[in-house]
């Protein structure tokens, strides 16, 4: 049987499930490893109907024992390395077995998988980067001893076609005025696109080959002082250079500055590959009639404002409301009742800003449309995203056989548990911890006027009405912290101060700040209660490979096994 015949046969549907061998070691071991007179074909070991070859066993031994040949392991390291691929195989053929690729929660997720693999191959194949290597470096290398200062004018390339060709057409006309004799930064400040192009008139300073795209810096690189260059066309623009000096430097040898010229090549390259994925986003967006609806997102910042926390969501849209969409494209919509749980825990106290709203559904949306258009274009049954898929569904499966037949059935009570937790206490140890209310004013005038009402006032009032900062959205309540956090005002809060006392003013945050001391709490163990999940977790994990074994020992008795002599 060929090596292909093999990897067929794991994988071919109409075949009964218990023949799919584990892909990993097929696809991901890649490795050319040859021995004198060992048949690659030549089977090892027999699971019932399903084969594993030589092949399949030199590829996982070397992933296992990269650092060994297989004349120099011992027989006993060899069947170790079988051992574990019959057993994650039996692991498989159950997963099979019990149904488990069946199960909705797996299918749902290799669903998703399927999507973001297909988005994924889009992306590679309309985002094309030179290769990073030793070649590249040394280009780099040649162009690192200079540094520049340069004026530049940028013109944005579009989204179309013909939008890149009327920004070629309109950076040619400004590169004909400079060379008529138009003062360089006035253009620069009325007619390049950057943003800051009216208070920086396109001046960049101090310059290096890793600072702009490839093109520009070879035009830079062959420029003297005052010389302005033709429209280079980069990734998302055309640019026009002058340059305004050049400094040189003497380098240190390559071989030293090579892993800096490696990382900063890395961080170019994802520059640029954000870049192109932005730019590919928005074409899709306009495709597609991609639209925030204002009105929704309005209802959706005015309620949102009431929030005191993030688990108050509760009553803040009725279910018809829940219904209403914030976004929309011509094959989806996102809702409030969507929208709202994916973003609070993190955004909640700025879900009352329509920016941070916006920048949310734009991610949202773009994601989800790259997604789409990959899968239209049927890219997830393309060869590379189908292997991928199936090596993530034999995983998967694999995962969710131990996770139901081992974990779920280890005995986990708090009878069990409690011993365990006993042991690891000293881990959940929180130390002391400060809960303040503070109140914050932009000037010290107004914290001194506002401090000197605390004497006579209630606190929590002058907060709601004084208090000048996001704090306002929690009342101004920061804590419980513990020692280290907040800067000046947890310097104070664990300072001796009372509970209930009232701090005397101070610069804080580019303002002034008071607090009253609400609570001080002293160093304490969390109880068992409250770390049980945690307690259950590590539990499992230190019980997880005698419980496996104990498991796969019965399961076995299940199968034909045959072993034959190894390589």
């Not at 999507?115 to 290597?133: C, S, V």
């Not at 597609?288 to 910042?301: G, R, S, T």
Request: glycine share 4%; with cysteine; proline share 4%.
């Amino acid at each position: 049987m060929t090596r292909s015949e093999t990897t067929s046969r794991r994988f071919n549907p109409e075949r009964a499930r218990g023949t799919i061998l584990v892909l990993a070691a097929c696809v991901l071991g890649n490795f050319i490893f040859c021995r004198k007179h060992v048949e690659t074909s030549r089977v090892v070991a027999r699971l019932n109907d399903s084969e594993i070859t030589s092949q399949d066993f030199i590829d996982q031994f070397k992933l296992r024992h990269p650092e060994l040949t297989l004349s120099q392991a011992e027989p006993s390291v060899k069947q170790r390395v079988l051992q574990d691929m019959i057993d994650q195989q039996i692991i498989l053929m159950e997963a099979y077995r019990l149904g488990y690729d069946r199960d909705a929660e797996v299918r749902a997720f290799l669903t998703e998988k399927e999507q973001e693999l297909a988005a994924q191959a889009y992306l590679d194949k309309e985002i094309k980067l030179e290769p990073i290597n030793d070649t590249l470096c040394r280009e780099y290398y040649r162009w690192m001893h200079k540094v520049y200062d340069v004026s530049f004018i940028r013109i944005g390339l579009g989204l179309s076609d013909q939008e890149k060709e009327a920004a070629g057409r309109k950076a040619q006309e400004i590169y004909r005025l400079l060379q008529s004799g138009a003062d360089f930064r006035r253009t620069a400040a009325t007619r390049s696109e950057h943003s800051t192009a009216v208070s920086d008139s396109g001046k960049y300073s101090l310059v290096t080959c890793f600072n702009l795209e490839k093109p520009v810096i070879q035009q830079l690189f062959t420029m003297k002082p005052g010389m302005i260059s033709e429209p280079i066309e980069v990734s998302d623009a055309f640019f026009i250079v002058r340059l305004e000096k050049v400094t040189e430097q003497k380098p240190a040898e390559y071989s030293i500055v090579r892993p800096e010229i490696l990382e900063e090549l890395n961080k170019r390259h994802q520059t640029i590959r954000a870049q192109k994925t932005a730019r590919l986003e928005a074409a899709l967006k306009r495709q597609y009639h991609y639209a925030i609806l204002p009105n929704q997102v309005d209802l959706f910042c005015s309620r949102t404002k009431k929030m005191k926390s993030r688990s108050d969501t509760l009553n803040l849209f009725t279910a018809r409301e829940k219904q209403l969409p914030l976004s929309r494209t011509d094959f989806n919509v996102i809702t409030i009742g969507e929208f709202l749980p994916k973003v609070v825990e993190y955004y909640w106290d700025s879900l009352s800003q329509k920016r941070v709203v916006e920048m949310l559904l734009n991610h949202m949306n773009g994601k989800r449309i790259l997604k789409h258009h990959a899968m239209q274009q049927q890219l997830n049954k393309s060869p590379e995203v189908e292997q991928k898929l199936q090596v993530l569904l034999t995983q998967t499966l694999k995962e969710r056989v131990v996770a139901k037949e081992v974990l779920a059935k280890i005995p986990t009570s708090d009878a069990d548990l409690q011993p365990y937790y006993e042991k690891l206490k000293t881990n959940f140890r929180i130390p002391p911890q400060a809960t303040v209310q503070e109140i914050f004013c932009r000037t010290k005038a107004e914290i001194d006027r506002v401090h000197a009402l605390s004497v006579s006032r209630d606190f929590a009032g002058l907060q709601a009405a004084y208090s000048q900062d996001q704090e306002t959205r929690t009342n101004g309540i920061l804590g419980p912290f513990a020692k280290g956090r907040h800067g000046r005002l947890g310097e104070l809060a664990f300072s001796g101060m009372r509970v209930g006392e009232i701090s005397e003013p101070f610069a804080y945050r580019g303002g002034y700040s008071f607090f009253k001391l609400l609570a001080l709490t002293p160093e304490r163990i969390e109880p068992f209660s409250a770390v049980r999940e945690k307690i259950k977790q590590a539990y499992l994990d230190e019980h997880k490979e005698r419980y496996t074994a104990e498991w796969l020992q019965a399961a076995r008795k299940q199968y034909r096994i045959q072993t034959e002599a190894l390589p």
